[in-house]
DNA sequence: TGCCAGGCCCTCTTTAGGGCCTT
């Protein structure tokens, strides 16, 4: 697979669109089923964080506070990530963040997402659920770390990413899984994903 | 003061409702 960059955030709640504003992002660069490069940073974005995501993430006020300017960390993700397409689990979540806080240093968006979560529902059905800690137990993933840190999340995604890849390739019998082909398959109806694949393999071959 | 997401996806559906998933 071409590489992709996995992105996490974590943040004072759930929607930009109410004030809410990311606490930390980080990003895994992910080439030849390999995590090729990192980045991880706290960010300071002048909000307090509820009693809930404190205790959820582990993130503080005290935390954020000494962490870098979100207007500094978010120049530099931006940079680390180039044009390379993004994942993320649950990306409609992320994506929401990537946008507002882009925007808020009056830089755009340069390409797509693909969703790990949409991909996981039609390759893992019968998964008990689709939270990214379930589904790392369901395929015996090794946990990288705390549940909820950005990082650690990023190289959770990362792995279940190139896990399902694998598992494309050995169930459809196809070379390569590119990042056009997950949007691809995130974007039809559930039961379609053989005839999905079936057309991916005919332009393959 | 108190309110507060939204896209996906199923079904007892499509003139709707509710669970899942992210923090």
Known sequence: ?????????????????????????????????????????????????????????????????????????????????????LVAHNASFDKKFWDAELALIERVRAQEFACSMLVARRLFPQAPSHKLGVLIEFTSLPVAGAYHRALADAEMAASLLVRMEAEICRRYQVADVTHALLRDIQGRPKHALDDCLERYQQTRT
């Open 1 to 85: 697979m071409e590489r992709v960059a996995v992105i996490d955030f974590e943040t004072t709640g759930l929607s930009p669109g109410h004030g809410d504003r990311a606490t930390e992002i980080a990003a895994v660069l992910v080439e030849d089923g390999k995590v090729v490069a990192r980045y991880q940073s706290l960010m300071n974005a002048g909000m307090r964080i509820p009693a809930f995501i404190t205790g959820l993430t582990g993130i503080s006020d005290a935390m954020v506070r000494s962490a870098p300017p979100a207007a500094k960390v978010m120049r530099e993700v931006a940079n680390f990530v180039g044009d390379t397409p």
